[in-house]
């Protein structure tokens, strides 16, 4: 919706007009320009460059106060608030194939958690996933790494979802797939350092409508 001080006409018009039009103004200068919806081709990098996002962003206010305290050091170096030390360190540490530490420097870990099962069941433009572990032990995060190639290696471009921190069980329903694609699959389960134990899924497949 157009808001106006005055006529549409006028310089001080702005907003969205029949959705055809936006109407704004950039440092006193008026401008019109026609209304785009965004492309999202939804490639691979994107979708996980999202997840990463989200993985960390969810994993801040799971924090303990006092482990978000470790973080005031390299946030007072960056001249950064202490959320924006967390995204911005463990960004980079998910694009190594590690996962967000809640803590900063990362803690040493003694066990990681004792894997038990996972399963995968195709539904209707979806494949839910079931991480099953029969202990935590010091086990922080998971994830779940996703390719349409068998037996691929895990890519940070792979990754599809990130829980942390870590329960028993991790479900998450995979809906960016393709009835009759099959997608094979790579789980990791890490500990605060970036110690990590791998699995792999052979075959999810959405059968063809």
Known sequence: MVKT???LASLKASGTFADTLIHSSCRGTAYTKRHVIPRDPKTQKQLAGRAAMRWIQNAWPKVSAADR???A????QDNLPLYQAFLRYNLKRV???QAPSPVYPPAAVLTNGDYASSEFLPGV???HVHFHLNNVNQSWALAYYRSTTPDFTTKPEHLVYGSAPMALDVIYDDTDVTPGVSY???LRHYGPDGAWGEHKWTNARIPLP
């Open 5 to 7: 001080r005055g006529p």
């Open 95 to 97: 694009y190594l194939l």
């Open 184 to 186: 094979y699959y790579n």
């Open 125 to 127: 433009h979806q494949i």
């Open 73 to 76: 050091a390299l946030a007072e």
């Open 69 to 71: 305290l470790t973080w």
